[in-house]
């Protein structure tokens, strides 16, 4: 679907680097250190944030599903520099990024630490390296495979993530130990930049991404490999990892056990379909302050802890704020605002019979300017896509559990 600009975007990074010819990889096992083990990993929030930008928000996402109207492609730096290390069972603190674009949290890559976006709508472990330019690399920690006694160069390999305006990074690949929370997988795939876009060079919080989405979008060739949770699931208490997200504070991503204090009730399970990569699920109805209604689009959805906003069917944005006072489509402001004084309705979504509840007073992402009399919706339209994206603004009124034994999604209301 993105071809072409997979094309245009491996040009433009083969200007600033050559990368390997690929040659055929034999995919190494990964061992844990875990035995049946449970670990948590904390977030909590950036002191650097200052004020949210729903228009950025907006445009991140779109920019990564390739949906319409997205902001032009960004160009491509030359190659990039890195740094520092962990133990088993131990806490990672989380920081969400300025905007709450993204919420990071420091990962031990061959002892190096680095601050990673956990990111269960895409599938590669990439960071920063010290293969970078020093001006790409700027502020951010680059890994470096020269200071790991436990690297291993995987000969050939490459991988190359595009995202739908173009931007993405490539690199090199190679195994080390990579160390979440006190869990270690000693021959994780790491997959090393050596040329990134400007929009990721720019985004100076963050190092790489921890992909927590299905292998099979893995974009390392001629070999794909397997994310952190494949390799370490059956070695975990249970085959889940869950995600008890918070507005604006701490918040826990959880591998390998349940918190059932973490919630009310029972969790809810939804088959999920897999075929795309994803943790994607039917999304049929939802309801506005208490009123249920079909979604005659009816697109399907994807859980995705990588997008700050809940990116509905355009019908579904339109009939919420159809019944918020004085809120307008906004081209300006980049989506639906409102006046920051407005009484804001539930909604709730359908995650396949599941009906997943947003408060109304979690709808709000950010005031649009200094005063603070115009706010930027939470929820916002999918611009006419074929996906709906349910992000951050669900996942803090919802707690989630991502199984990948059964391939299913539990959910409940946070307490």
Known sequence: ??????????????????????????????????????????????????????AAAMRKAMRKFGFKHRAAAAAAA????????????GEVAANPEE??????SPVKVGGQTMNLDFDSGSSDLWVFSTQLSKQAIGAHAAFDSTKSKSFQAMDGASFLITYGDGSGAAGTVGLDTVDIGGATV???????????????VQDTNTDGLVGLAF??????????????????MNDLEQPVFTADLTNDTTGTYEFGKIDNTKFKGELTYTAVNSSQGFWQFPSKSFMVDGQKMENTVGSDAIADT????????DNVAKAYYAKVKGAV???????????????????????????????????????????GTMCFGGVQGNQGADLQIFGDTMFKAQF????????????APKN
């Open 400 to 411: 989630v559990a991502f199984n990948g034994g059964n391939q299913s999604l539990g959910m």
């Open 215 to 232: 292998s099979k979008i893995n974009t390392v060739k001629p070999q794909q490999q397997k994310t952190f949770f494949d390799n370490i």
């Open 306 to 313: 990588g997008t700050s906003l809940l990116m509905v069917d």
């Open 186 to 200: 000693t021959k994780q795939a790491i997959e090393m930049a050596t040329a990134v876009s400007q929009s990721f």
């Open 1 to 54: 679907m993105h071809s072409f600009r997979a094309i245009v975007l491996l040009v433009a990074l083969l200007a600033a680097v050559v990368l390997a010819r690929p040659a055929p990889t034999k995919t190494t096992e990964a061992t844990k250190t875990l035995g049946k083990r449970s670990f948590k990993v904390p977030r909590s929030l950036n002191p650097k944030i200052k004020r949210k930008d729903g």
């Open 78 to 89: 030359t190659p990039a520099a890195n740094t520092t290390g962990g133990t088993e069972n």
């Open 329 to 371: 489509n906004d081209p300006q402001a980049g989506g639906f605002v409102y006046p920051c004084d407005a009484a804001m309705p539930d909604i709730a979504v359908a995650v396949g019979d599941y009906m997943a509840n947003i408060p109304g007073d979690q709808v709000t992402f950010a005031p649009v300017d200094d005063a």
């Open 99 to 104: 905007n709450e674009a993204l919420f990071l």
